[in-house]
C-alpha cells in the first residue's frame, strides 16, 4: 500500500530507522542490518537524480547521526563501526520495450509476470526491469544448453538484436563459454578456466568496448582491466551469471535509456536497474573506520565482515576478505 506514497515510504524509513536504533541500543548485537528502501522506491519513481531521493539518503544520513549519538551517550562509541553500502545503481529510463509482448507478437507462446502459466515456448522473466532472462522450449525436463537450442533459437536471438532497446545478448555455451552479443559492436567469447583465470576473445567485435582482447587473467586483474570502461568488472559477473543453475538461455541487458518491460506495473519506471552498463553497476561502500585492501565487489561484503568480527571466513564463500 506504500506504492506511489512519497510520504508513506519517508516514513516508513524514519520509523525503520528508529525502531532498530531502539533495539540495538537495549540488545547490543554484535552486527545488526537496516535496509532503507526508500532510495530504490523513490528513485524508480521520480528519477535517481530527484531531490526526493536525496531527501532519502538524508533519512539514512539522519540514521547514522542518531545511532552514534545513542551510542556516544551510553559511552560505547569505541564499538561502533557503520558500514554503508547498496546492492546496485540506478540509470535513467527514458523508453518502456514490453519485451515478453514483443516475443509473443513474432509468433511465440510466451509466459511472463504476474502469470505463473501460459505459453511453452519462451519465459520472459525481467529483473530491475533493465536485465531479462529468457528461457525456451518450456516442456522439456532438463536444461539444455545452446549448442542444442541454436538451429531452432538463433532466429530470436538474431530479432532480439534488432531491438533498440538490447544492448546485449548474452548466452551461456557451455564448460565455462559466454558468447556476448551487440548489434552494433559485434561478437565476442568470455571464458572461464579451470584455474579462475578469465579471458575475453573479440570474435566479430568488440561487445564489451574493452579494446584489446585478454588472456588468462585472475579476478583482480580482470576487475582492473574493466572498471574504468562502460561495463565495469563485466568479465567475472558474465562468467557468475552464465554459470549460475537459473540463468536464462539467453540475457537480456537492457541499453542507456531503456527497459525491458512497460506492462504489469504499479509505476511508470523513470529509473531503473539490471543491466551491466556502469551506471547500474557501481555501487558505494562507506565504512566509519579505515579498511585495508580493496573492496571490489559486493560479494566481498560479507567476508569482510566476517573477518572483521573475528570469524573464521568459510572455505568456499563467494568474495574476498579486505583486511
Not at 131 to 145: D, V
Amino acid at each position: 500500500h506504500l506504492r506511489g506514497d512519497l510520504e508513506g515510504w519517508m516514513r516508513f524509513d524514519q520509523w525503520l530507522g528508529d525502531e532498530l536504533i531502539r533495539r540495538i541500543v537495549a540488545q547490543q548485537p554484535r552486527v545488526a542490518f537496516l535496509a532503507h528502501p526508500g532510495i530504490d522506491k523513490l528513485s524508480h519513481q521520480f528519477g535517481h537524480d530527484s531531490p526526493r531521493v536525496l531527501d532519502a539518503m538524508r533519512t539514512v544520513d539522519r540514521s547514522v547521526e542518531r545511532l552514534h549519538e545513542a551510542f556516544r551517550a551510553a559511552g560505547r562509541s569505541d564499538e561502533l563501526e557503520i558500514w554503508i553500502v547498496s546492492d546496485h545503481g540506478h540509470g535513467a529510463v527514458l523508453q518502456h520495450e514490453d519485451l515478453a509482448g514483443r516475443i509473443a507478437g513474432w509468433g511465440f507462446g510466451v509466459r511472463a509476470h504476474p502469470w505463473v502459466i501460459g505459453g511453452r515456448d519462451v519465459a520472459v522473466m525481467v529483473s530491475g526491469n533493465a536485465m531479462a532472462h529468457l528461457y525456451l522450449e518450456l516442456s522439456r525436463t532438463r536444461r539444455p544448453t545452446w549448442p542444442a537450442l541454436r538451429d531452432r533459437w538463433q532466429p530470436l536471438l538474431q530479432q532480439l538484436l534488432t531491438l533498440p532497446a538490447v544492448d546485449l545478448a548474452i548466452v551461456p555455451m557451455a564448460d565455462g563459454h559466454v558468447a556476448v552479443h551487440s548489434r552494433e559492436r559485434g561478437q565476442a567469447d568470455v571464458f572461464t578456466a579451470g584455474d579462475g583465470s578469465y579471458s575475453y576473445r573479440r570474435v566479430s567485435g568488440d561487445p564489451l568496448s574493452i579494446g584489446d582482447d585478454l588472456l588468462g587473467l585472475d579476478a583482480s586483474a580482470a576487475w582492473q582491466r574493466t572498471i574504468d570502461g562502460p561495463y565495469p568488472d563485466a568479465l567475472v559477473q558474465l562468467a557468475a551469471i552464465a554459470a549460475a543453475p537459473r540463468a536464462g538461455d539467453i540475457i537480456i541487458s537492457a541499453a542507456e535509456g531503456w527497459d525491458l518491460r512497460s506492462r504489469w506495473e504499479p509505476l511508470n519506471h523513470v529509473s531503473g536497474h539490471g543491466a551491466l552498463r556502469r551506471e547500474q553497476m557501481l555501487v558505494p561502500f562507506i565504512s566509519s573506520r579505515p579498511i585495508g585492501g580493496a573492496l571490489r565487489r559486493s560479494v566481498d561484503v560479507f567476508p569482510t565482515a566476517l573477518k572483521r568480527l573475528g570469524i573464521t571466513v568459510p572455505r568456499g564463500l563467494d568474495g574476498s576478505a579486505a583486511s
